[in-house]
């Protein structure tokens, strides 16, 4: 794999969803991405960045030795990684919204299951046995933990362990494995990472310029833009009740005297609850629309 040295580079994972979604963002983003989904790398035409394809658990080290400036990965397999590594040089820079999952300790149905109490003296596998390890460690268990690199939930199952810890998004494999979700041993997310490796003040430029276009793709995720008409006395209710909103634009309405035109960025999710609810406290001409680029 050869490195061009005048280029940023970010690592993300080869396939899957992760992968699908971390190019959807990056497109989102304003980059024209080469087709290169079966190979290692893909050039971006309009960028000076080349993508890096690897498997999920390579993404830290590549960031952490400067191979690449940045990566996309699960918060899980990285912290399992940091545990390991602790002197890595990386600094996580967003929560970039998708991939969101949690590690669980997982029993079968019959078990009955009262915490981590319940699980002094045994065996759990897992494939993330450093995070499985903190976890025991922080409530005082002592159990052992056996690694297993997949399948993880045939092993009560098979007798390898009663228990296991994996990642759980809608918990239907455990279902269908018998096996009950229970404590969180993590919160996890995809999330934007880069080195702490010293690189060039060019480098370092172009690293700025494409964090500023994910911010501004990010921010507008669950932003949405509002447009209302209100009387004056309403205004101060209204403006509280924008969710997320910093102070809203307000501009009198050509014509009729005591009302206003208010407009805001909301950085939170907008419900049809939340329209009700400024419905009922004045406004009117109620208008919510979605962003599409937005530069912080």
């Known amino acids: 794999m050869l490195v061009d040295k005048d280029r940023l580079h ?33 050039r971006v035409d309009n960028f000076p960045i080349d993508l890096m ?82 976890f025991l460690d922080g409530h005082g268990i002592e159990a052992s933990v056996v690694k297993m690199n997949g399948a993880v939930e045939l092993a009560p199952r098979l007798g390898i362990a009663p228990f296991i810890c994996d990642l759980v998004s809608t918990g239907a494999t455990l279902e269908a494995n018998g096996l009950v979700p229970t404590d969180i041993v993590l919160e996890s997310e995809a999330v934007l990472v880069r080195t702490l490796r010293p690189v060039t003040l060019e480098k370092a430029e172009l690293g700025e310029n494409l964090l500023r276009r994910l911010e501004g793709v990010l921010a507008t995720q669950e932003s949405k833009y509002i447009m209302l008409n209100a009387p004056e006395e309403a205004l101060a209710r209204i403006a509280e009740l924008l969710p997320g909103a910093e102070a809203p634009t307000v501009v009198p309405l050509a014509g009729t005297p005591g009302h206003y035109a208010v407009h805001a960025v909301c950085k939170e999710s907008v419900f049809w609850e939340t329209l009700q609810t400024l419905k009922a406290a004045g406004a009117s001409a109620i208008l919510v629309m979605p962003i599409e680029k937005m530069m912080m």
């Open 53 to 134: 394809f690897v498997r999920d658990d390579d993404i830290p080290t590549f960031v952490a030795d400067g191979v690449c400036e940045f990566g996309m990965v699960g918060r899980n397999v990285l912290e399992e990684f940091a545990l390991d590594q602790p002197e890595a040089r990386f600094e996580i820079l967003a929560s970039l919204g998708f991939g969101r999952c949690a590690l669980r300790i997982a029993a079968p149905e019959r078990t009955d299951y009262r915490g981590p109490e319940t699980l002094r003296g045994s065996r759990i596998a897992t494939s993330y046995p450093r995070l499985v390890r903190r």
């Open 10 to 42: 970010i690592a993300i994972q080869k396939s899957g969803r992760l992968a699908d979604l971390s190019r959807d963002l990056l497109r989102d983003a304003g980059l024209r991405i080469q087709n290169g989904k079966n190979s290692l790398t893909a």
